[in-house]
């Protein structure tokens, strides 16, 4: 949508930036203004526009060297330059310098904005062909296990032997591992293809429920069973069935579940009719079933019949190679479905994934590296894009204490220590400290948000911070 994108303009003359502004506002977009090139500079430094309409001529920093110094620090960005001067040698020499288009002044307002929309259509284009481009690739892998560990590799090989099978297969890992994916691996690596794949996570919905989702119900059956309903058995027939957290279903349950799996058939609830299925079982789990069992907490004859074959994953922390490998991944994906230009990881990020636990696994690599994506303002995702708990998690040896910082985290140090200052003089009041520090108050707004200070300047300043 047009809403998501902003244009940067930039000119020293404040009627063309206000005419320019009203009229892209008006088209839908998003506008902000620089009365320079080192404005436009820093605001492209500090806000990633998704497009630039700048003058050439402008006291102090040109826009030619404005545009270069964001075509390094972005390349690809779509800066359209203008000018009151034809001057072909000019024109050349932008074109040669990577300028999405040029255009000479006095300017008709409706060519500007073709030409920005232009820009908008071949942006949108583009997000939208790598989003086809990765959902294309995702398909033809048939959600294979992306790895380097041995281990998983094995398991890997060992999915494909399995899956020509008809045997009943237990998943064993921690949460967020990536069971699932495994039994999506087994599901389309065997006979049953083109057969449906049903999956249940038994944790997830009430005890009271699971009997009509597995077997489904006849009219009547109970109080708000208008109309009959086919359960998860009978969608699976002739494909596979896979029961995320077995160790959750209810004993009552387990000897229903028991039968359907020993004899093939069941009736719906309410039902007296005998329905056959051909499905195969593929069960996952983060507990402990053998534990379980002799808790008499899990049946052992549903527990003997599940356990043909265990597949145990491995957590991410165990596998410490894949990690960058899976990151890399996840920025492909969240950079082309956010409509993001990012290159990769810088070293110290990288390095803080490389030394965190992730109790969540995959699944909490996955939102980090996502969390990063939106909220980085470059083409590479820094140690501060990180999300806080995985950043203090992973502080280095004290032999590491010693690393320099980045310029980029000096400065926000700085701006830390600047607006603390700013709200403590005008006690917390926040429209005149933005008024002090020259930024409009969501501008502070969203610092205070980027720092971590709203809450806890709130906090110390008093009613007024609202």
Not at 106 to 113: G, H, N, R, V
Request: glycine share 8%.
């Amino acid at each position: 949508m047009k809403a998501d994108y902003q244009i940067l303009i930039v000119d020293d003359d404040k009627s063309i930036r206000t005419l320019l502004g009203a009229v892209l506002a008006r088209e839908g977009f998003q506008t902000v203004t620089a009365r320079d090139g080192e404005e436009g500079l820093a605001l492209f430094r500090a806000g990633s526009p998704d497009f630039v309409l700048m003058d050439i001529r402008m006291p102090g920093l040109s826009g030619l060297e404005a545009m270069r110094a964001m075509l390094e620090l972005r390349p690809g960005a779509a800066v359209i330059l203008m000018t009151a001067y034809a001057d072909l040698d000019t024109a050349v020499q932008a074109i040669k310098s990577g300028v999405f288009d040029f255009v000479i002044k006095p300017f008709d307002l409706a060519e500007i904005s073709l030409l920005v929309n232009r820009a908008y259509q071949i942006r949108e284009m583009r997000r939208e062909i790598g989003i086809l481009k990765l959902e294309l690739s995702e398909g033809f892998r048939f959600n294979r296990i992306i790895t380097r560990d041995p281990v998983m590799q094995a398991l890997c090989d060992s999915v494909v032997r399995i899956a020509a099978s008809n045997a009943t297969v237990v998943i064993q890992g921690e949460s967020g591992v990536g069971k699932e994916l495994l039994a999506t691996s087994l599901h389309y690596h065997s006979p049953r293809a083109e057969r449906p794949f049903v999956k249940i996570n038994c944790g997830a919905i009430p005890e009271g429920l699971l009997e009509s989702e597995f077997f489904g119900h006849e009219k009547g059956a109970f109080t708000g069973a208008v109309a009959r309903r086919t359960g998860r058995f009978e969608h699976a027939d002739g494909g596979t069935l896979f029961l995320d957290e077995i160790g959750d279903l209810p004993l009552a349950l387990q000897v229903k579940l028991l039968r359907v799996i020993q004899d093939r058939e069941f009736e719906r609830v309410g039902g007296n009719k005998t329905l056959h299925v051909d499905v195969r079982m593929v069960v996952a789990t983060n507990r402990d079933l053998e534990a379980m069992v002799a808790a008499g907490t899990f049946r052992s004859d549903l527990y003997y019949r599940l356990n043909v074959v265990t597949l145990p994953v491995p957590p991410l922390r165990r596998r410490p190679a894949d990690i960058p490998l899976l990151a890399s991944h996840f920025l492909r994906k969240f950079a082309t479905e956010h409509g993001r230009d990012i290159d990769g990881f810088d070293d110290h990020a990288l390095a803080i994934l490389q030394r965190y636990a992730w109790p969540g696994n995959v699944r909490e690599l996955a939102n980090a590296v996502e969390r990063a994506v939106v909220m980085s303002t470059g083409n590479t995702l820094f140690a501060e894009d990180l999300p806080l708990p995985v950043v203090h998690a992973s502080r280095p040896p004290a032999a590491d204490e010693a690393r320099p910082k980045t310029l980029k985290e000096q400065v926000r140090e700085f701006e830390t220590r600047v607006i603390i200052q700013a709200l403590e003089q005008h006690q917390g009041n926040r429209s005149h400290t933005a008024a002090d520090l020259g930024i409009s108050r969501r501008a502070l707004l969203y610092k205070l948000h980027e720092f971590n200070l709203d809450e806890g300047e709130c906090a110390s300043s008093g009613p007024a911070c609202e």
